[in-house]
């Protein structure tokens, strides 16, 4: 769903440990979802995406979880690093192709 | 990976002056457009749906006479703010589908602020 709020709630992890970022999306017709990342300044950067059809997938270090029961979706890093500080944000949308609606977004900060 | 540009990366104008953004996608045709507004610390808000060679569909909210977006070609769309407002300072994001694919392409953004 859309964001509201000022403030991005934070996921502050140590350098090597796994990072899960969870998402709650909206609505129930949703059938594709992205995880994107965002530096500062700078334009999200596709991570991940994953179909209705689909509970796992996984990519370089990171995996997707849809759990379409509860619309619940979740990001693990597999031993974050200190590049992956980043706000993280997922999207959900109807027919791949169409528009995409952002969730609220989460800051994964790094400590080394 | 397919490459959007978004240009320019900083702007700033003064109120009452309008604002181009332009949004390229260089290595594909993008027949959907999307451009976002982001505020600080919060999530990409869509604005509007930019199809090529049609009107734009706008959310809504978003007023179509201020925030002119023209896709008149497969590669370029653009988004005028006309007489900006300082609270129309901003973050604004494009992004861009390839014909057929899924996956949405981002440009870099364009940061907007208003004095």
């Known amino acids: 769903g859309e964001s509201v709020g000022l403030h991005l709630p934070t996921l502050s992890v140590q350098e090597g440990d796994n990072s899960i970022i969870n998402c709650a999306y909206s609505n129930s017709a949703s059938d594709y979802f992205i995880w994107y990342k965002q530096e500062s300044g700078k334009g999200p950067q596709f991570i991940i995406d994953?179909?209705?059809?689909?509970d796992k997938r996984q990519g370089q270090r990171v995996t997707v979880l849809l759990n379409k029961t509860v619309k619940h979706l979740s990001l693990q890093i597999a031993a974050t690093q200190p590049g992956d500080s980043a706000v993280y944000f997922c999207?959900?949308?109807?027919?791949?192709?169409?528009?995409?609606?952002f969730g609220g977004g989460t800051r994964l900060m790094v400590k080394p | 990976g397919a490459v959007v540009s978004q240009h320019p990366s900083r702007v700033i104008c003064k109120s009452g002056t309008s604002v181009k953004i332009e949004c390229r996608s260089l290595d594909f045709q993008a027949t959907t457009m999307f451009w976002y507004r982001q505020f600080p610390k919060q999530s990409l808000m869509l604005m509007a749906t930019s199809n090529e060679g049609s009107k734009a569909t706008y959310e809504q909210g978003v007023e179509k006479d201020k925030f002119l977006i023209n896709h008149a070609s497969l590669t370029l769309s653009t988004l005028t703010v006309t007489s900006a407002h300082p609270e129309d300072s901003s973050f604004y994001i494009c992004?861009?589908?390839?014909?057929?694919?899924?996956?949405?392409?981002f440009g870099q953004g364009t940061r907007l602020t208003v004095v």
């Open positions: 999207a959900e949308g109807v027919d791949a192709g169409n528009m995409l609606t």
């Open positions: 992004s861009a589908r390839d014909m057929g694919q899924a996956e949405a392409f």
């Open positions: 994953i179909r209705s059809n689909m």
